[in-house]
């Protein structure tokens, strides 16, 4: 039952359309002096975020609090991706790095919110956008289980889940957070089963 829950939430999120939101970071900030290039740097930059702003926009989604909107915290990320460009050395795959840098920033954009209000509960204004099709009432309430369980988890959880839920291998998993694989399979078994504990008396 958990698989059936995970798999509808990948079908949803995958269906979050990011075109209007990249098109403005993109064409907002180009004049901007922070997001100023040569040319070669520009497009170099700009076919990264294209490549990679799906991954970025879902990890935003779930770590949105409100008042602290997801166009929000993309832009940070966006930008903080920009700023650590030249740092880059290629020694892990850009998608890898482009991940370590959504979590970490939308993990520091959620703590500090936290120190400010500590009963704020996060996933809170999650919304996500169907592109073609409303789910009936079913799916939404499966939905919200799942989403309501995940915020319930640790910290460190949460940002396995996160990456669990974008179909990422544990291997990659271990790489973007600094954990061997082993100790990722034996955390998603132990978050498979809170998770499934969690979500089936909602649903009862």
Known sequence: MLQEFINYYLNKINEISCHILIT??????????????????????????EDNKARIYRICRIYAVSPIEPQDLFQEVVFHIWKSYSTFKGKSNI???VYKIALNVCNRSKMQFERYNSKTTRLESIQFVHS???????????????????SLLKESEKSIVVLYL???????IAVITDLTENHIAVKM????KLLLKC???KLK
Do not use: H
């Not at 403005?24 to 975020?49: A, C, D, P, S, W």
């Not at 078994?189 to 498979?192: D, L, N, S, T, V």
């Open 24 to 49: 403005f970071v993109t064409n907002n900030n180009r004049g901007q002096k922070k997001y100023k290039m040569q040319n070669q740097e520009n497009l170099i930059f700009n076919q990264i975020l």
């Open 95 to 97: 998608s890898t790095w």
């Open 132 to 150: 073609e099709t409303t789910p009936d009432k079913g799916e939404q309430l499966k939905y919200k289980a799942l989403r309501d369980c995940i």
């Open 166 to 172: 974008d179909d990422l291998p544990y291997k990659k």
């Open 189 to 192: 078994k132990r978050i498979k």
């Open 199 to 201: 979500i089936t008396p």
